[in-house]
């Protein structure tokens, strides 16, 4: 690929600077805001210098040579980031890290739609990348810009996911990576990817908001590129979800789609997608993008419900969701600036509403962990709002893997997950749903007769 030139800009005063010269915490010297990557054709908000039309990469081309390149045995056209790296011209193609992420699966939920009362609902599985979450798309994009770079070391503060594709793609690029975990509140699977990855992996004595903290400090003082989702390349990456949602809906646009919030960098990415595309021509509309939080990790609805989102909240977060546990997150403006573009919501689920959102998606044989369970959750409540109608098509992404979070599944199903005063709170209603997913292992003794009676109990009750 050839280079365009990129620039960033400020996404708080529009300041502009050549990609290389950021600084290492990727905030602006001037007003301490986060950037965008923006390219010679990107559409300004609020700035007369747009180019011309002739200047614009062609829509129809581009669907063509995207097409093409699913044919291709290149690892940079076999990548369903790179595939579009047209539209994210950040590296040379000679430096791509590439473990052929995305092409991920867009699956359909009728049971859950059913349940709802929509017509449809449709689910983007991020989870179905290499490492098991959404963050190959992101990561992928960053490291590839890191190696361009020379940096030898990069390093990241994670709830376990970012850690894990960081870790990952490091060790494909023979390149040092250093992980910032809070003790004790990451799911195991994710622990162990970053261990079986080579990383160098820091368990610290605090939350994740306490390990961005440290890291801020450490990558001013050391040759190490920070890959949290501050990092404006991450979010090329994971514009590219977008991408190929629409071109496996052969270009329709969805009305909505639902994302869960952590850091709060993921919706902005992909609203950034859409818009990119609505600005060549190749959508005619963009989709309503929704946030939804954890009630225990909502600084983002606390936000807007008690300023309109003036200012943020922070919150001590508290959430079995340990991928979203984060109460200061960082691109929180960027995400704000998201659901006011294109006209999204943000809602705020319980625990027991997380879990069993997570049992029904698992139920249709598709399986995610607890975070990205809250989208079905907070469509629920959009739906009872009379924010999203009958016919309209939503997108949910599911961010990560069900394997990510086994012990959380396996406390559910047992009945475990819980606290009695939690239980209590559930509606007679839920309760019901809840009995009909719960499907605990059974223990019996290795006797023909009494699996045979157990079973034949069972299958009466499936036809009664
Ligand atoms: N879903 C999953 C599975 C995640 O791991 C994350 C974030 C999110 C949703 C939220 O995305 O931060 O862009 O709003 N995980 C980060 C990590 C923080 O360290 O793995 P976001």
């Given amino acids: 690929m050839k280079v365009a030139t990129h620039q960033l800009r ?50 129809s081309a581009l669907r063509w040579l995207w097409q093409e390149r699913r044919t291709s045995t290149m690892p940079v056209d076999q990548s369903g980031v790179w595939r579009f790296r047209d539209l994210l011209p950040i590296v040379d193609d000679a430096n791509v890290v590439t473990l052929r992420e995305g092409n991920t699966p867009l699956y359909d939920l009728p049971r859950a739609a059913k349940s709802i009362g929509l017509d449809w609902i449709l689910a983007k599985h991020q989870g179905m990348n290499p490492t098991g979450s959404f963050k190959d798309t992101g990561m992928t994009a960053a490291l590839s810009v890191a190696k361009e ?3 030898e070391w990069v390093a990241c503060a994670s709830t376990g996911n970012t850690s894990a594709a960081m870790a990952a ?13 809070p003790e004790g509140k990451i799911a195991w699977g994710k622990l162990s990817q970053s261990m079986d990855y080579g990383a160098l992996t820091i368990q610290l004595k605090t939350d994740f908001d306490g390990c961005v903290n440290v890291l801020t400090d450490l990558v001013t003082r050391f040759p190490i590129m920070l890959l949290n989702s501050v990092n404006p390349y991450r979010l090329e990456g994971q514009k590219t979800p977008a991408f190929e949602l629409v071109e496996q809906l052969e270009w329709q646009v969805p009305e909505h789609i639902i994302v869960p919030g952590g850091n709060l960098a993921n919706g902005s990415a992909l609203a950034k997608g859409f818009a990119e595309m609505h600005h060549l021509g190749l959508i005619s509309r963009i989709p309503k993008v929704s946030i939804i939080q954890a009630q225990g990790a909502n600084p983002l609805y606390l936000s807007l419900q008690e300023n309109g989102g003036e200012e943020l909240i922070p919150v001590k977060a508290n959430t079995r969701a340990t991928a979203i546990r984060i109460g200061n997150p960082a691109s929180w403006r960027k995400a704000l600036r998201a659901l006011r573009t294109t006209g999204g919501w943000c809602e705020e689920v319980t625990e027991q509403e997380i879990a069993l959102a997570k049992a029904q998606i698992g139920s249709e044989g598709i399986g995610c962990e607890p975070a990205s369970a809250v989208t079905l959750a907070g469509l629920k409540k959009l739906v009872a709002q009379g924010k999203i109608g009958r016919e309209e098509r939503v997108v949910l992404v599911l961010t990560g893997h069900t394997l990510k979070d086994s012990n959380y599944t396996i406390d559910y199903h047992r009945g475990e997950l819980f606290t009695p005063e939690e239980d209590a709170e559930i509606s007679a209603a839920d309760q019901a749903l809840h009995s009909a997913l719960r499907k605990p292992p059974l223990v019996l003794d290795p006797d023909p007769d009494t699996v045979f009676r157990m079973l034949e109990s069972q299958m009466k009750l499936v036809h009664a």
């Fill in 10 to 59: 400020c996404t708080e005063c529009g300041a502009r600077i050549a990609g290389n010269a950021v600084n290492s915490i990727f905030r602006c010297p001037i007003c301490n805001g986060l950037y965008d990557v923006i390219y010679p054709w990107s559409a300004i908000p609020g700035e007369e210098s747009s180019p011309s039309a002739s200047n614009l990469p062609n829509a």
């Fill in 169 to 181: 793609y490091a060790a494909r690029a023979g390149m040092r990576s250093i992980v910032f975990i």
């Fill in 149 to 151: 770079r020379g940096f």
